[in-house]
């Protein structure tokens, strides 16, 4: 019995790339439709000369990209052109971290920026770093680009972030083979999401990145207002010493998430993007609250 994982699914037939880097061509076992057993992209799994014989227990499973055991979202962030938006940033980390994935912080086009502007970026940013690794990249001069290399190296990494931000550069800077072109993958982001297309792990140094970016779609539909304040990883350590069990950290008492602002060890930018989202979330229709 070999053992490999998914790297393709086009047309009810699998690419499994075994330990030896060797790929074959698969289909499952006719017995997991009745079991409603559907293998997905990066599911490790178990096979014989033509089938897929077993499926193992998934730690994640995305839905938009279909792609299952996701160690990390590249999580791509522009310093300039376009702006670098802090309510970007925690948008998309609050969505990935509901998805229980770790987001990695890429900070790209750096050499955009005038030092001083840079620095300033980094003062702040410094906050995150207590969090999430931070890695900044230019395109244009390379720097850090074995920081990128080393974080993604036997990972399954999906990109996720901004049009425009760089996410085909980056692609194409670590694995020039895969000439993607850059609005390739800006049509990519916008294919909707009524479009079931395949999906495919490509290698990409030595892991695999999804050739298709996730979290485009920045709406909170899933997410309920109670649960918004564990994706914010450093309120919910502060949380166990609020006044309150359930404290959201917005008008009660007693909050030391507050008392942490107040004193200077919060970011303003973190607890305002907070309560933007948060009140994004409460504004959503009642039709797509879960907890109504
Ligand atoms: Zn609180």
Redesign the pocket.
């Known amino acids: 019995m070999d053992k490999g994982r998914i790297i393709k699914l086009v047309g009810g037939l699998y690419t499994v790339l075994d330990q030896d880097n060797k790929r074959h061509t698969l289909k499952p076992l006719g017995i997991f439709r009745h079991r409603n057993i559907r293998p997905k992209v990066g599911d490790m799994v178990e096979f014989n000369k033509d089938s897929i014989t077993k499926v193992e227990e998934r730690n994640n499973d995305l839905y938009r990209p279909l792609i299952a055991n996701v160690d990390q979202v590249l999580l791509v962030n522009s310093a300039k052109d376009p702006d670098f938006s802090f309510l970007l940033l925690d948008k998309f980390i609050t969505l990935i971290e509901s998805n229980h994935i770790l987001p990695v912080i890429i900070v790209t086009k750096i050499d955009l920026m005038k030092d001083i502007e840079l620095e300033a970026l980094k003062e702040k940013l410094a906050y995150y770093e207590k969090l999430y690794k931070v890695i900044y990249f230019s395109s244009v001069t390379k720097e850090n680009l074995e920081s990128i290399e080393a974080v993604t190296k036997d990972k399954v990494n999906v990109l996720a972030g901004q049009t425009g931000a760089g996410k085909s550069t980056i692609l194409n800077t670590i694995n020039p083979d895969l000439d993607i072109k850059t609005n390739e993958i800006s049509k990519a982001l916008g294919r909707g999401k009524h479009t079931t297309r395949h999906v495919e792990l490509i290698e990409f140094g030595q892991g695999f990145i999804a050739d298709t970016p996730g979290f485009s779609s920045l709406e909170f539909k899933e997410m309920t207002l109670e649960n918004i304040k564990y994706y914010f990883v450093d309120f919910f350590e502060?949380?166990h010493q609020?006044k309150?069990n359930e404290?959201?950290?917005i008008h009660?008492p007693g909050?030391?998430?507050?008392k942490q602002l107040e004193m200077g060890n919060i970011l303003p930018e973190r607890y305002n993007d907070y309560i933007h989202i948060y009140n994004e979330v409460k504004a959503l229709k009642p039709m797509y609250r879960r907890d109504k």
């Open positions: 502060l949380s609020c309150f404290c959201s950290h009660e909050c030391e998430v507050k």
